[in-house]
């Protein structure tokens, strides 16, 4: 489990990014951590893996404070920039860098992992693509195996097939006690494998639900001139107007709309809000 606990946080003095922020996430989902650039989502897979330390309050991670860099916490998680700096050698010898610090690495997961992304274990990191340093750095964070993995937008750099196997890779590759953390601004490229969300919005967590439980209260549907004065929020599409409505008890669940859902959020949030909390 994560448990952020009254979290208060700053580059600066003058300027606070987070002031209180509070959550808890289960084991076992993949949740997607969702926000426009400059919300904090960076800094905030920072905190939870201890890179950066909160000025106030709580982080616990898996029943260890990240605060304190515990080894044994440091063999649990992983966490993946967006950005990553590699040394001009071969992805064997970047893989034999890491592993022997995780006692969960899995060396078939690794080998299988170069195939599905197209990589061989023989490539020069320095003379490879942006996006095929992408895949192996992928591969790495896969195949550790490690209980917390943070993402931090790791669909960046990726072309439209890489993306499709990116989350297939996610999906086979997890297990039930994992839980791995995908930070993104691109919605669409991860709906079909998130299960929970977090959500950021003026430097402030301002959802944090499974989907599940966000189908069961609501329903992203077409409008009709009758239906649109029932919805919470409604925004143009080129099929007409999409509109998220709270879900009827008689009314089968239907499909999830990530980005529908997280537009509405932000415009409409006290009245998304209270339709997510009845009971």
Not at 59 to 77: C, F, Q, S
Not at 81 to 92: L, T
Not at 252 to 262: H, I, T, V, W
Request: hydrophobic share 40%.
């Amino acid at each position: 489990m994560i448990k952020l606990d009254k979290v208060n946080f700053g580059y600066s003095r003058r300027k606070q990014l987070f002031s209180e922020i509070g959550f808890e996430l289960p084991m076992g989902s993949v949740v997607g951590l969702l926000g426009r650039n400059g919300e904090g989502k960076s800094t905030l897979m920072k905190l939870i893996s201890g890179q950066l330390l909160a000025s106030s309050g709580s982080i616990e991670v898996l029943g260890k404070n990240p605060k304190e860099r515990p080894v044994g916490l440091l063999r649990e998680l992983y966490y993946l920039p967006e950005e990553v700096q590699m040394p001009s050698i071969s992805i064997r010898e970047y893989f034999d860098c890491y592993a022997p610090f995780y006692p969960t690495y899995d060396q078939r997961i690794a080998d299988s992992l170069m195939g599905e992304f197209d990589i061989n274990w023989g490539m020069n990191l320095g003379k490879i693509s942006l996006g095929q340093k992408k895949k192996a750095a992928i591969a790495l964070a896969l195949s550790l195996r490690v209980p917390l993995l943070l993402m931090d937008e790791p669909t960046n750099g990726l072309d439209i097939p890489s993306k499709s196997i990116f989350r297939r890779v996610v999906a086979r590759y997890t297990s039930p006690e994992q839980m791995i953390i995908i930070s993104t601004h691109q919605v669409r490229d991860l709906e079909q494998l998130i299960d929970h969300l977090l959500l950021l919005d003026g430097n402030r967590i301002i959802a944090n639900y499974s989907i599940d439980h966000i189908l069961r209260h609501l329903s992203f549907a077409s409008t009709t001139p009758q239906s649109r004065f029932e919805a919470l929020y409604v925004e143009p599409s080129i099929m007409g107007e999409l509109g998220v409505f709270a879900r009827r008890d008689d009314e089968a669940e239907g499909n999830f709309s990530m980005e529908l859902f997280f537009n509405a959020m932000v415009a409409e949030r006290s009245r998304m809000l209270a339709a997510l909390e009845v009971k």
